[in-house]
């Protein structure tokens, strides 16, 4: 109970209340998987990439040698490259208007796109002089296959996100709703109704805003202050029940409060470093979270020193990483190329450390 009395609570009242099943029901349905999700770094790579495998091995089909393969490869890519780069460019630039219209309108739009792209591309060799004989239907033909092509690969995993972070969710879900976890809060709050009636309300609100964020359907992503907020939260909640075992630091950029994160991507990575850093500890755990703008990207890092082995009768357990694999996973449909996660062992702390960029493309 001592630990009970003066616990130091981060929490705000909130003045939203979930909606009702009729309320849902009306909700606009989740907006059909984007066609040209092209403004990304690694879409970019991976359709340049796939083009000059295609040009490559197309190659081996008219040459004799190795030398005339790369002459014919290089011939090739001075007119495929730059019909690529402008079919992505324009792509990325048109994409929401693109994507008001109609599913088939989109891939036709996106194909007479790609054809001329590719006839650009071919004009390019015609007029250098590389091409004696301009080949422009098919040029057209193959330019308008490649968008469609690429145009499929980006809705399949754009639509690819959608069962990821549901299957990722539910997982967090149970993580967030374990019975012990439940049981200890309750327990927690009754303690303090008499002595602290005050506390115990603003604990059990706490307690309701968390199971109200996992029950609310998810959104594609949120901002780091959203996460943040909710990290605060269930802090509050573990500092009434661990007391002084609990030390919380915040150092917290305001400039990355905009990022973008999955919804409910935080709070994994603050539980693992509660169920690990302070629970196994008579003494406690610091734990620090950190967040700051560099440049056009945000770091996020969450570290918990680590209790040492001595006391435990046998080797402390560990766990088997699945909420770290949920959150860069997550990350990785998100942010692509743009991300970087690290996790482990940093001298006597556990340290997770997220990168990702401030501006949403």
């Not at 109970?1 to 929490?11: F, V």
């Not at 970019?44 to 091995?57: G, W, Y």
Request: hydrophobic share 45%; proline share 7%.
């Amino acid at each position: 109970m001592s630990a009970m009395r003066n616990p130091a609570i981060l929490s705000a009242t909130s003045g939203s209340t979930p909606p009702t099943p009729s309320e849902r029901a009306r909700a606009p349905l989740r907006a059909e998987p984007s066609l040209f999700d092209a403004c990304q770094i690694g879409v970019v790579l991976r359709t340049v990439v796939f083009v000059e495998v295609v040009v490559a091995i197309a190659a081996l089909f008219v040459i004799s040698t190795p030398g005339e393969w790369l002459v014919q490869t290089a011939t090739v890519t001075g007119g495929a490259l730059p019909a690529t780069l402008l079919w992505l460019v324009t792509a990325c630039g048109l994409k929401k208007q693109l994507r008001r219209l109609p599913r088939q309108w989109q891939y036709a739009a996106g194909a007479v796109l790609g054809a001329l792209a590719s006839l650009y591309g071919c004009g390019l060799l015609r007029l250098t002089g590389v091409l004696a004989n301009a080949p422009w239907l098919a040029s057209g033909l193959a330019g308008a296959l490649f968008a469609g092509l690429v145009m499929t690969a980006m809705a399949l995993r754009a639509r690819g996100q959608t069962p990821a972070a549901t299957t990722a969710r539910l997982e967090e879900l149970q993580s967030r709703i374990r019975p012990h976890f439940l049981f200890n809060t309750l327990n927690s709050a009754i303690a303090l109704v008499r002595e602290e009636p005050a506390k115990a309300e603003t604990m059990l609100e706490d307690l309701a805003e968390l199971f109200r964020q996992a029950l609310a359907d998810p959104g594609e992503s949120g901002t780091l202050a959203d996460e943040i907020a909710l990290a605060e939260r269930y802090l509050a909640i573990e500092q009434v029940r661990f007391g002084d075992r609990l030390r919380i630091r915040w150092d917290l950029d305001a400039a990355a409060s905009n990022a973008r994160l999955p919804p409910l991507l935080l709070q994994p990575l603050v539980e693992n470093a509660i169920k690990h850093g302070v629970e196994p500890s008579p003494e406690g755990a610091k734990l620090r979270i950190r967040t700051e703008r560099r440049g056009s990207m945000v770091v996020i890092e969450v570290v918990n020193s680590l209790p040492p082995l001595r006391w435990a009768d046998e080797p402390l357990p560990r766990g088997h990483g699945i909420a770290l694999a949920n959150v860069r996973d997550r990350l990785r449909l998100l942010h692509d190329m743009q991300m970087q996660f690290s996790a482990g062992m940093d001298q006597k702390n556990y340290r997770v450390r997220i990168a990702i960029p401030a501006e949403s493309s």
